[in-house]
């Protein structure tokens, strides 16, 4: 059973250098081919072992010799399965660096797709009606839309990179005190600030 096994897994290795799966099966004298090779194979390194056996053991007779070559082919055999195991292996591989490439290409896709999604949100908060403010992680302008541009008096091109409260500047409404910075207390770790309802905001130039 073994050496059977070894010839089917060989036979195929073969088999697949003759002809592809649909072409054996109207090519049975390819199929033959492929199954005779793998036989011949591990009919020759049993046949090798045999005669090493032979010379090594000294054994005589024909019976002493189909014995020897009997127990090398087996042998034999079993040291060409390995061959087998290591052709799985390797197509097991070949599949997982395959998948590995098409994870890339879909990571690479990915990376691409932002500045096209973010063309589209731009594209929406620069109609949206009420002044827009997007900060990066440190609590610096990244983005003004126009309507925050004309209310805080500061463009996009000069405001950016800047810190929150440097551009957007609140006061209390009774005393004209400044207020504290929520995107400071935020970032602080604190818990979530709110803007008092008595808070104003004053553009640039102080107004």
């Not at 590995?100 to 999604?117: G, I, K, N, Q, V």
């Amino acid at each position: 059973m073994p050496v059977n096994l070894i010839e089917i897994v060989l036979g195929g290795v073969v088999l697949k250098r003759l002809a592809t799966p649909d072409q054996a099966v109207g090519r049975p004298a390819a199929l033959m081919a492929g199954l005779l090779l793998a036989g011949a194979l591990t009919a020759a390194v049993g046949a090798l072992l045999a005669g090493w056996f032979y010379a090594a053991l000294g054994v005589s007779g024909f019976g002493a010799l189909w014995r020897a070559w009997f127990a090398a082919h087996a042998i034999g055999s079993l040291l060409v399965l390995p061959a087998g195991l290591l052709m799985v292996s390797f197509k097991r591989i070949r599949h997982d660096r395959d998948r590995l490439d098409r994870m890339a290409l879909d990571l690479h896709r990915l990376y691409e797709t932002p500045p096209s999604l973010m063309h589209s949100v731009e594209v929406t908060l620069h109609a949206i009606a009420d002044g827009v403010v997007s900060l990066d992680d440190t609590g610096r302008i990244t983005y003004l839309n126009p309507v925050a541009e004309q209310l805080l008096g500061w463009p996009l091109a000069e405001a950016r990179g800047l810190a929150f409260g440097h551009v957007v500047r609140l006061f209390d409404q009774a005393s004209g005190q400044p207020l504290p910075n929520p995107i400071e207390r935020c970032l602080s770790g604190q818990a979530g600030a709110e803007v008092s309802h008595e808070a104003m905001l004053r553009d640039r130039s102080g107004r």
